[in-house]
């Protein structure tokens, strides 16, 4: 089986767990992540999946922690392997500053049984709690250095005195590269429009459903005018799921192909604030557009709500599809 199989397979694997297990998923195809996970209690994940931890670009891991600082979740590597072999169970290790796991591990670490070792240089680690210290085998020095200052200790020497130690932390990146430097010229336009209506910060990644980000206490999620109904509806799917803003920002006013709403950049200008943004995406959801015109008019025809919408008829279908699978008694 070649590398590609091996890492859809996993991929459709976790997918399967997670979904099972009651956690909100949402599935990215081709993009810098490939799973974004709510936790049944509230965590956010943003997942990439490889069979080889090494193939990770470094590109791909500055994406996923700008991604994860403005979503306010954990970025997480979930590999088979790393170059010198198979990733051990029930152990962290890191690549770019992004913690990696083996599957079982974070499988376990989802049902809120994270890992307690840490690979880093010279071998694995392990925590120790300060009521700890005395059990395990170190010089004087170093138990009273463990005491005043806590720390860690060998894999080996905490198995030796039978220490679990501290469960690993798993953080929101909050320093991280949010790329502005990389934005086009008209990607910058949006962008300090954005931080006029109040956003405290801005950003761009290069390979998701999204383009630009911003934070002003919501999460608002921008693709621009080029946009495809696949990355259109993957970017709905993560509005849904994280409660963010998200639309589609044009140069000039046309015909509406995303799912989401659309909004020409003349008309971002006039609006005041976030609240004034939100106001004028809630009355062009083109979702909403679609619902009044069947529960109301009792339209159903693609090509019927497509004359009177603007939208595309492939949009429509989507939409419409989408709405039955999510149990909507209407469609």
Do not use: W
């Not at 996993?10 to 099972?20: I, N, T």
Request: net charge neutral; hydrophobic share 35%; proline share 4%.
């Amino acid at each position: 089986m070649s590398g590609l199989n091996v890492r859809e397979e996993l991929l459709s694997d976790l997918e399967e767990f997670l979904r099972s297990g009651g956690h909100e998923v949402v599935r990215v195809d081709r993009a810098c992540f490939d799973l974004l996970v709510i936790t049944r209690d509230g965590r956010s994940f943003i997942v990439k999946v490889l069979t080889n931890v090494d193939g990770l670009r470094k590109e791909v891991a500055e994406d996923l922690k700008v991604i994860s600082h403005f979503l306010e979740a954990v970025p997480v590597i979930v590999a088979l392997r790393r170059r010198s072999g198979p990733l051990e169970r029930g152990v962290v290790y890191h690549r770019y500053e992004i913690p990696v796991m083996e599957p079982i591990t974070f499988a376990k670490t989802i049902e809120g049984e994270p890992p307690r070792a840490v690979a880093d240089r010279g071998g694995k680690y392990v925590e120790v709690r300060e009521e700890e210290v005395e059990s395990v085998r170190v010089s004087s020095v170093r138990r009273r250095q463990l005491k005043l200052e806590g720390g860690r200790v060998s894999l080996a020497r905490a198995e030796e005195a039978e220490i679990e130690g501290v469960p690993v932390r798993f953080r929101v990146p909050e320093r991280v590269d949010t790329g502005k430097d990389r934005m086009t010229r008209f990607e910058r336009r949006v962008a300090k429009h954005l931080e006029r209506m109040g956003a405290e910060r801005t950003g761009k990644v290069r390979r998701a459903p999204f383009e630009l980000l911003a934070k002003d206490g919501d999460t608002v999620l921008v693709q621009s005018e080029d946009v495809s109904s696949r990355e259109s509806m993957a970017l709905r799917d993560v509005v849904q799921v994280t409660g963010s803003i998200g639309f589609v920002v044009t140069r000039k006013r046309r015909k509406r192909a995303s799912c989401l709403p659309t909004i020409d950049l003349e008309t971002l200008e006039d609006l005041k604030d976030i609240e004034d943004l939100k106001e004028y995406l809630e009355e062009h959801d083109p979702s909403e557009k679609i619902r009044e015109l069947v529960e109301e008019a009792g339209v159903t025809s693609p090509k019927e709500i497509a004359r009177r919408t603007g939208l595309s008829e492939s949009v429509i279908r989507e939409l419409l599809r989408r709405m039955t699978a999510e149990g909507d008694q209407k469609f």
